[in-house]
């Protein structure tokens, strides 16, 4: 069975400072790898996507995340905050099994301090 | 703008009562999920119907149920509503079965309050 795990439900982080936010995923197979952003009052939008062509992948909004299969991770980042910034972000996992469905982490939402 | 549609956007009701929810896909996608979204909770995934048929389940209650119909449209009934029902409720949808690497297009919800 595939699960998601975000590190942080609160992330706080001040404009121009550098965000992190953790993922860690399990997955018995090669997975595929998603972050979504929701802004307040909407739906979620895809940021970023990972496919196994590349395990640096550059999503909208200068987001960018690193598919790492040794530490089981796919943090995403963004070197300089910007208010616009402040969502919730969601990893999230799937593969190529006919059985499984798209699983959602419990989302990490981003604080951005003036 | 996703190309995913959910009507209403917006339901107040009263506990015991029951509501459609009602959404159309991303032109061209096949597959439709929903899911439910609370503070407590956090994002829930309900069911998913893909080209008609149920494609998989998950913490959806009885009291729920869901169709896709043969224009792809889906709709979620609930009934007999409880305090505890109140939530976002959001569709989705793709192209595939959700086995790819076929992104997940959002609607911008239905807020349900039951009171």
């Known amino acids: 069975a595939q699960s998601v795990t975000q590190l942080g439900s609160h992330v706080s982080v001040s404009e121009g400072a550098l965000v992190l936010l953790r993922c860690n995923y399990s997955?018995?197979?090669?997975?595929?790898l998603f972050w979504y952003v929701q802004y307040p009052n909407q739906g979620l939008q895809l940021l970023l996507k990972y496919t196994s062509a590349a395990t640096l992948v550059k999503g909208i909004n200068g987001f960018e995340a690193e598919f790492k299969k040794s530490e089981t991770s796919f943090h995403l980042t963004k070197p300089s905050a910007h208010m616009s910034d402040a969502a919730e972000y969601f990893c999230a996992v799937t593969h190529m099994n006919r059985d499984d469905k798209i699983i959602f982490g419990k989302g990490t939402r981003l604080h951005i301090l003036p | 703008d996703s190309g995913v549609t959910q009507t209403p956007k917006h339901l107040i009701t009263a506990t015991g009562q029951r509501v459609t929810l009602r959404c159309s896909p991303r032109?061209?996608?096949?597959?439709v999920y929903w899911y439910q979204q609370s503070l407590d909770q956090g994002l829930q995934f309900l069911i998913q119907?893909?080209?008609?048929?149920?494609?998989a389940k998950g913490n959806i209650l009885e009291r729920f149920s869901a169709q896709q119909f043969p224009d792809l449209h889906s709709e979620l009934n609930l009934s007999s509503l409880e305090l505890g029902d109140s939530a976002l409720y959001f569709c989705a949808s793709s192209v595939d079965g959700g086995e790819g690497d076929s992104p997940l297009h959002f609607g911008n919800g239905t807020r349900l309050t039951v009171t």
């Open positions: 119907y893909y080209n008609g048929e149920e494609r």
């Open positions: 032109s061209g996608d096949l597959s």
């Open positions: 997955s018995s197979v090669p997975p595929y």
